[in-house]
């Protein structure tokens, strides 16, 4: 089911398909909810998967107000209209301080928070180079074109050009990249746009107080290897968040968790988390 809705937040776009335990995921940069990467390995007959668009993404608006604390309001106001009272919050990448934010702000409604590789203090700064570029690349002006000739490019060179994205995400050393790799992630390159987010989540900070208010039990997943989200944010939120769990992973694609042939263990660890009566 792909939607778009008028909550008492504002107007927001959401897909959810499945049925069982709720899902909420909070996706990363560059994403929306028709993201389908950080699905795998849920069975959509034991979950409902619900991905909104984040503000600034898809059709959702981004509205005067974007910091991670009324995002997380506008999630809550979707769970309302959907009749969710509860669900576990999958917080991704750049979507990690929004889902901190639903668990510190609205405890009531959620049961478990997972942060997949996520921000969750301070991402960037204003004299970092990634920073810099990052505004340059992707802004909304000419964000459509960069990822059209990146498009472009990936659809001739696919190989050389998964090759030169698996060095942006990771720190591993270059090993081999298997075809069903190149393709997965193809596939999740052909569903992303920055629109107006990317630019939002480069300035997102959120305060360390409301990080330890989060009392849910919580499991961060983080990759040694992670090149685009330092392995401090998954320190710091363990430090911080007294019901928590760190798992490490040593994985060729550093970011990204969930693909290609590594991601079976996160994925195995993350059903796990979920389906564990008691506190991590």
């Given at each position: 089911m792909h939607k778009i809705i008028t909550t008492e937040q504002g107007k927001i776009e959401f897909c959810a398909y499945g049925s069982g335990t709720p899902l909420l995921f909070v996706h990363g940069g560059h994403s929306n909810c028709k993201e389908s990467l950080f699905?795998?390995?849920?069975?959509?007959?034991?979950?409902?998967?619900?991905?909104?668009?984040?503000?600034?993404?898809?059709?959702?608006?981004?509205?005067?107000?974007?910091?991670?604390?009324?995002?997380a309001g506008l999630f809550i106001a979707l769970l309302n209209e959907l009749h969710i009272e509860r669900a576990i919050v999958i917080g991704i990448s750049a979507g990690g301080p929004t889902a901190i934010e639903i668990a510190a702000t609205?405890?009531?409604?959620?049961?478990?928070?997972?942060?997949?590789?996520?921000?969750?203090?301070?991402?960037?700064?204003?004299?970092?180079?990634?920073?810099?570029?990052?505004?340059?690349?992707?802004?909304?002006?000419?964000?459509?074109?960069?990822?059209?000739?990146?498009?472009?490019?990936?659809?001739?060179?696919?190989?050389?050009?998964?090759?030169?994205?698996?060095?942006?995400?990771?720190?591993?050393?270059?090993?081999?990249?298997?075809?069903?790799?190149?393709?997965?992630?193809?596939?999740?390159?052909?569903?992303?746009?920055s629109h107006r987010g990317f630019v939002s989540d480069l300035d997102q900070d959120i305060p360390a107080e409301t990080v330890a208010a989060v009392s849910c039990p919580t499991l961060i997943m983080h990759s040694l290897n992670d090149a685009v989200v330092h392995i401090d944010h998954a320190r710091f939120a363990l430090e911080h968040i007294k019901n928590s769990v760190l798992m490490t992973y040593d994985n060729h694609w550093g970011h990204l968790l969930w693909l290609g042939r590594e991601s079976e263990r996160p994925i195995a660890d993350a059903i796990s988390f979920i389906e564990k009566s008691q506190s991590p």
């Amino acid at each position: 089911m792909h939607k778009i809705i008028t909550t008492e937040q504002g107007k927001i776009e959401f897909c959810a398909y499945g049925s069982g335990t709720p899902l909420l995921f909070v996706h990363g940069g560059h994403s929306n909810c028709k993201e389908s990467l950080f699905h795998k390995g849920f069975d959509t007959s034991r979950f409902m998967l619900v991905t909104p668009s984040r503000p600034g993404y898809g059709q959702t608006p981004l509205l005067p107000d974007h910091s991670p604390k009324h995002t997380a309001g506008l999630f809550i106001a979707l769970l309302n209209e959907l009749h969710i009272e509860r669900a576990i919050v999958i917080g991704i990448s750049a979507g990690g301080p929004t889902a901190i934010e639903i668990a510190a702000t609205y405890p009531a409604r959620v049961d478990k928070l997972i942060l997949i590789s996520a921000v969750t203090q301070k991402w960037m700064h204003e004299t970092d180079v990634n920073y810099r570029r990052g505004k340059k690349l992707f802004n909304p002006s000419i964000e459509r074109w960069s990822w059209a000739l990146f498009r472009f490019f990936y659809f001739l060179f696919p190989r050389f050009m998964a090759k030169i994205m698996c060095r942006e995400l990771s720190s591993a050393k270059n090993g081999t990249l298997h075809t069903d790799e190149v393709k997965e992630l193809h596939d999740m390159i052909r569903k992303q746009r920055s629109h107006r987010g990317f630019v939002s989540d480069l300035d997102q900070d959120i305060p360390a107080e409301t990080v330890a208010a989060v009392s849910c039990p919580t499991l961060i997943m983080h990759s040694l290897n992670d090149a685009v989200v330092h392995i401090d944010h998954a320190r710091f939120a363990l430090e911080h968040i007294k019901n928590s769990v760190l798992m490490t992973y040593d994985n060729h694609w550093g970011h990204l968790l969930w693909l290609g042939r590594e991601s079976e263990r996160p994925i195995a660890d993350a059903i796990s988390f979920i389906e564990k009566s008691q506190s991590p």
